[in-house]
């Protein structure tokens, strides 16, 4: 037997992803350039109040182009990538986000609007004592519709993760231009299911 309750809350935090990608002929002069690349990102992000940066990806790559002549492969270079996400609690900064990144040289490459791990915590808190409620209303419901003088629960667990819909999917990065980008809202829902014995 099982029972499920579910609460629909505003998503409190947007995610912008980015990546930092300079090329040359020296691997050493295009890491330093990558480098005052992030501190200047570092810098234009201090401003901004609950803001967290964290580097996903460092990546080295040889760059090289086919002679049309001989058909071999030449070197050309090489090219440094970061890539990284900003993250904050509120989505009115999302302008200001990407402006910072935009000073770095950054690129951004989508934005995602997420429930936090606090808000979640809070709400799923009060979901179980809610499921569980649940759980033995339907129990009792069972045993009154079959004339039983009451029930037993043998087994009883919470799933935290029931039937709850994937990540909200990126937003282009063309929606910034309208007049205001809507966080949008994550369900989350809790289940209680187990065994229980009719009296």
Request: contains cysteine; glycine residues 8%; aromatic residues 4%.
């Amino acid at each position: 037997m099982s029972a499920s309750v579910s609460q629909r809350i505003a998503n409190d935090r947007a995610v912008v992803g980015y990546e930092l990608v300079f090329e040359g002929a020296h691997a050493d002069s295009v890491r330093k350039q990558l480098d005052r690349a992030a501190r200047r990102l570092h810098r234009g992000l201090k401003n901004l109040p609950d803001v967290q940066d964290q580097t996903t990806g460092l990546s080295l790559q040889r760059l090289e182009h086919t002679d049309p002549k001989t058909h071999a492969a030449v070197f050309t270079g090489w090219r440094w990538t970061q890539s990284g996400q900003v993250w904050s609690r509120s989505v009115a900064e999302v302008p200001q986000l990407i402006q910072a990144l935009d000073a770095a040289g950054a690129r951004p490459r989508g934005i995602e609007m997420r429930l936090s791990t606090q808000a979640r915590a809070k709400t799923l808190d009060t979901l179980d004592k809610k499921a569980v409620k649940a759980f033995l209303h339907r129990a009792s419901g069972i045993a009154a519709a079959m004339g039983a003088a009451g029930y037993r629960v043998k087994r009883l667990s919470i799933n935290n993760h029931c039937g709850e819909p994937g990540p909200r999917p990126l937003i282009r990065m063309a929606a910034l231009s309208r007049p205001s980008v809507s966080a949008g809202d994550t369900t989350v829902r809790v289940c209680a299911s187990g065994v229980v014995l009719i009296r």
